[in-house]
């Protein structure tokens, strides 16, 4: 059988891990593919800074372009990131008639519409697991395992960073921007970190599985985003007495009027399985109408468990190429002509249960004020946590309630924060309970 020709173009963290894992794992490979995968170039700016690999004579060069223009290369794997530079080498590999990796989300959230119908067009196949869940083969069992199931809800934690965080801050009291440069220091935060602590890479990776489960466009735009950057240890502390966790979740859901998806921080309860999910950990849960409730668990970040993601790709590729079989299984899950258009539900619709922190004057009658309001806005309140102190400092009144529509909290959160026992803005963090 013929030897199988890969280009990598991008050789930071990512793409190291893959060219040690095609070159120390060889041997399994070809036990399982049938024949050898050659790493025949790599590409980088960089050329100098020593990875710990021994590539052969040649293959390590400067050179991008020769990359995607070498005629023996049957498969570019890009490991650029960013939606610059790779989306160029993309699609110039693409008109290349090559097959391509990638595990670049940020650019398959924003382009993916453009790419694939290039790839389309050219018999190309676009393989991209590594961009949403690390290691997690969450692409592959939407795509194939699942294809019988009408895809009804997923949650997930899908950002290492963040939820590396959040467990060093809940764990082990760190301070969220130590926190964040040991995340970085591991590899595990983008280029630029405010892609992940603002909540955008998790909203990358949910428009793209809720692309691959409803046969939808990608719709990164209408997702709505909020990061982890205003969690507090006191919210952290608070959650904790309520019997709550916080994760930075997304969450999708099918409903008669349209679709939920959101990216927000979440506080679900202790026996939550996602509430066990720590440090750069991902998993994700996925609701079918025959599956029931499926859960995958594995590393969302980091060097080797995102470069065997890239390495199943190829080899996926590498079949598809000895077989003659390109375009068996489509970009997104769904043939071309049913991808469509659904919009997605505002904020304002969800409807979920809540904690409120507002600080208040330590005055009498302050408690009632606050739940009349909340109660004239159809919201219940479910427990109370008001700590005293007798002075006249503001201190923290923290509820949890029932479940309330988003627009009622909205509009009950404007009168409270008008009063003027009310002193700072109120906090709001959604809870997300299971069967609701
Ligand atoms: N920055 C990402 C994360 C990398 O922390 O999850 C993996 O997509």
Redesign the pocket.
């Known amino acids: 059988m013929r030897k199988i020709n890969i280009g990598l173009i991008g050789c930071g963290t990512v793409g190291t891990g893959v060219a040690k894992l095609l070159l120390e794992n060889k041997d399994i490979i070809i036990e399982r593919l049938g024949t050898e995968i050659v790493l025949r170039r790599v590409a980088d700016i960089d050329i100098k800074k020593d990875r710990g690999i021994k590539f052969e004579e040649g293959v390590f060069i400067d050179d991008a372009q020769k990359v995607v223009d070498d005629p023996e290369i049957d498969i570019i794997v890009e490991m650029i990131g960013g939606k610059g530079i790779a989306k160029d080498v993309i699609l110039k590999a693409i008109k290349n008639g090559k097959q391509v990796v990638t ?1 670049n ?1 940020a650019l398959i959230a924003s382009h993916g519409k453009t790419i694939f119908k290039e790839a389309y067009a050219k018999n190309v196949d676009i393989a991209f697991e ?5 290691c997690m083969p969450i692409i592959k069992a939407l795509r194939e395992a699942l294809v019988g199931n009408r895809i009804y809800a997923m949650t997930g934690i ?7 965080i959040l467990t060093q801050i809940t764990d082990k009291e760190s301070l969220f921007q130590e926190a964040l440069l040991e ?1 970085q220091k591991k590899g ?3 280029a630029d ?1 405010t ?2 602590i603002e909540g955008f ?1 998790t909203a990358h ?1 949910l428009s793209i599985l809720m692309s691959l489960a409803y046969g939808i466009n990608i719709n990164f735009n209408d997702i709505y985003i909020e990061g982890i950057t205003k969690i507090t240890p006191i919210d952290i502390m608070f959650a904790k007495q309520f019997g709550y966790k916080i994760k930075l979740l997304a969450i999708t859901k099918k409903r008669e009027t349209g679709i939920e998806a959101r990216v927000h921080p979440t506080m679900i309860p202790f026996d939550n399985l996602l509430s066990s999910v720590n440090g ?1 950990l ?1 998993a994700i849960t996925v609701s079918g109408d025959a599956v029931g409730d499926l859960l995958l668990y594995g590393y ?2 980091g060097m080797m468990p ?1 470069a065997s993601a890239v390495v199943s790709d190829i080899v996926d590729l590498s079949r598809n190429i000895l077989f003659n079989s390109k375009g068996r299984v489509p970009f997104l899950s769904y043939q071309m002509e049913y991808v469509k258009d659904i919009s997605i539900l505002p904020i304002d619709d969800i409807v979920t249960e809540y904690y409120f922190r507002f600080s208040a004057l330590d005055q009498p009658g302050v408690l009632s004020k606050i739940s009349g309001i909340l109660g004239e806005h159809n919201i219940s309140i479910k427990s109370v946590n008001q700590k005293s102190r007798k002075t006249n400092e503001p201190v923290p009144i923290v509820m949890v309630t029932h479940i309330a529509k988003e627009s009622d909290v909205k509009k009950a959160f404007n009168v409270i924060s008008s009063l003027n026992i009310v002193c700072d803005k109120p906090v709001l963090i959604r809870i997300e309970e299971e069967d609701k």
Do not use: I, M, Q, R
């Open positions: 595990a989300k590594a961009s949403v869940g690390g899908l950002n290492g960073t963040c939820n590396y995340a595990f935060a983008e970190p892609l992940d890479d990776k750069s991902n969302g970040a995102t």
